[in-house]
């Protein structure tokens, strides 16, 4: 049920490669709009709340469609500060209000406008079913993990495993990474000391939808790949 249902959207100012990323034209509209805007076709969430550290984060994104917008301290704002600890401290600040009743938590971040409503679904009934487990987005290395090399000096190489190299690819276990799009949670977890990544249920992701903006060459790339992504959520 919705009822039940948050999403939180973490917004931090002062990206150092791509500035004021998180509400950068993308497709015609700050990308952040396009997250938020998944967030209510999916009908999960009963309020969607966006924590920034901006003033300009705060006035430009006020009236356009937020249910509430909170202004973390300056300790949850620089380039340390840990998403887990960003979350806590905006279900604090909703509980210290009072304002509506809640269990289950999405965080998700502002730049990753890629995942779809059964992705959301999927991590939802993961933390229904253990409520002590976090569930977000993964998806395989395109390369076994497994064969890793190393630099030494001179530019010599060396394997990080040396024990697997001589074994096929194919029969090495599948390794995943996490996408970076949106973690479930229940309220009491994110209040707890439990780190998401140690304890966690993954949703299977397919590599083409699993994008980390992290510079402009990713951005255009997310350019491209999200025309084909619009297309086929509407097919």
């Known amino acids: 049920m919705s009822n039940f249902n ?4 973490p917004a931090r100012s002062g990206s150092k490669r791509i500035k004021n990323k998180n509400i950068k034209i993308f497709h015609g509209k700050p990308i952040i709009l396009w ?25 430009f994104l006020k009236n356009k469609g937020f249910d509430e917008i909170i202004i973390r301290p300056k300790s949850l704002s620089n380039d340390y500060a840990i998403t887990q600890d960003v979350i806590k401290h905006s279900i604090e600040y909703l509980n210290k209000k009072n304002k509506f009743y809640f269990e289950n938590v999405c965080c998700v971040y502002p730049c990753n406008p890629f995942f779809t409503k059964k992705d959301l679904n999927q991590g939802l009934k993961n933390i229904k079913k ?14 076994p993990i497994q064969r890793a090399f190393i630099f030494e000096k001179n530019q010599k190489m060396k394997m990080r495993a040396k024990k697997f190299e001589l074994t096929r690819t194919q029969d090495l276990t599948e390794t995943f990474h996490d996408v970076g799009q949106f973690y ?10 439990k780190r998401i990544h140690a304890h966690s249920m993954g949703i299977k992701t397919p590599t083409w939808r699993s994008i980390d903006i992290d510079n402009l060459n990713d951005w255009k790339r997310a350019e491209l790949i999200f025309k084909y992504f619009r297309k086929n959520e509407k097919n």
């Open 6 to 9: 948050i999403a939180i959207i």
């Open 130 to 143: 253990n409520n002590t487990l976090f569930s977000f987005p993964v998806t395989q290395y395109s390369h």
């Open 35 to 59: 997250t938020l805007e998944h967030l209510k076709n999916s009908k999960l969430f009963k309020k969607i709340i966006l924590t920034t550290d901006s003033k300009k984060y705060f006035n």
């Open 184 to 193: 479930w949670g229940k309220k009491k977890l994110w209040l707890s000391k």
